[in-house]
């Protein structure tokens, strides 16, 4: 009975138009007041504990915050750069440049829309005007984009293990092949498509502008190298890694590229000027411009900006673990585990039933809200049927990438939608075709759990050697 009332009262607010969040924390509210033996007090102590006990989470706001100022500060266009100079001369080069750019871009912001937003601006311009149709551009935006929630530090990949008390660090380590998988999978799909329809190919700049664009965008590169250097090296759990990020990204944007802040437009050397005399110069201009830029307008609005989607994921966050609390205290997951273990499912067949309905669910959810609310009711099937749990959540994963691009709610859509001023009917026509090569890897990812499995396994081996 309170199972029925839970799920219908979630529905009846949905069908109304309200926000998932707010639907989500309705519907408990009211199931628990009228419909179950949980105190009130539990409302007021979830609420808390899904914004301030869950260490995990705390990674999430400097993620964004870290994600905000790269975005904002000109690191795209430096990675932009440097991956059109690497595989720009390939034919179709400008489209697997641009993957490239989105897998190095995602490696340092963590959310798929941020991805699609901060490259997609950039580069489908640009290929339109190298020759490409601007629906091919879109379709391989949109989708590369999505590999911002599977390269890691992945925000969602914090929700899931915030869901399930799994390893954030080992959820890392489980994305990170699969997701260069997926981006050599959409570069050789674009070398096909470039083949059979003579798109066109840059020129060569040379090994010495190649460099030079490598070594411009080290500020941003460096960013992987630190997050996931200390992650994967057991010097800082996902949390401290975050917030180092943060700090990091905020320097690169306001001292070291001067994109953003007081020292914006300023010239690292100017003319006739020797390196010596630069150097000191910068060191004072530097000490100087740190406390200015904290009431710099421009950088007060960048963090002003990531405070506000920090709050709404947050918020998003804290009312579906209030919902996923309700479904613990009535034992609703473990109903659904027996029954399932009652029809006989094998393995193989209980993995097609959560790929249809996280796909199903989303059309019509945000990820971070089917992680919380599907997560505790999936994972104890799985542990039961000897699933891996790392390898349930990088199959949720791929789910939620492929749920970016679906309508109604799928953000990539949307962002596509604004950068290219055309309709999302038009953006779905264009993401189709490659979102048909993200169901064959889902399908990859499923049924050979060694491609997320084999760099966690790795590591542990060598971390039992030392």
Known sequence: MTTAVLFLLLLICMLLGMPIAVALGLSSVVTIMFFSSDSLASIALKLFEATSAHYTLLAIPFFILSSAFLSTGGVARRLIDFAVNSVGHIRGGLAMASVLACMLFAAVSGSSPATVAAIGTIVIAGMVRAGYPQSFAAGVIANAGTLGILIPPS???????????????????????????????????????????????????????????????????????????????????????????????????????????????????????????????????????????????????????????????????????????????????????ETIIQWGLPAWGFLIVVNLLLLAAGNFMEPSAILLIMAPILFPIATQLGIDPIHLGIIMVVNMEIGMLTPPVGLNLFVTAGITNRSIGWVIKAVLPWMLLLLLFLIMITYIPQISLFLPEFIDQLQGYN
């Open 155 to 337: 925000i969602v990949m914090l929700v899931y293990a915030a869901a399930t008390e799994v390893s954030a660090a080992r959820m890392f380590m489980a994305g990170l092949i699969p997701g260069i998988m997926m981006g050599g999978l959409l570069m050789v799909a674009i070398y096909i498509v470039a083949r059979i329809k003579k798109l066109p190919a840059q020129p060569f700049p040379g090994i010495k502008p190649l460099a030079k664009s490598a070594m411009i965008a080290m500020g941003g590169l460096m960013l992987i190298v630190i997050v996931l250097g200390s992650i994967y090296g057991g010097i800082a759990s996902p949390t401290e890694a975050a917030a180092v990020a943060a700090v990091y990204a905020f320097l690169i944007a306001v001292i070291g590229y001067r994109d953003i802040g007081p020292m914006k437009g300023v010239p690292w050397r100017k003319q006739g000027e020797s390196l010596g005399a630069a150097s000191i110069r910068n060191t004072f201009q530097m000490a100087g411009a740190i406390p200015r830029s904290f009431v710099n307008k421009e950088v007060s609005h960048v963090v002003l900006d990531a405070a506000k989607v920090s709050l709404m994921l947050l918020f998003i966050i804290a009312n579906a673990m209030l919902f996923a609390h309700v479904l613990t205290t009535e034992r609703i997951p473990h109903a659904i585990a």
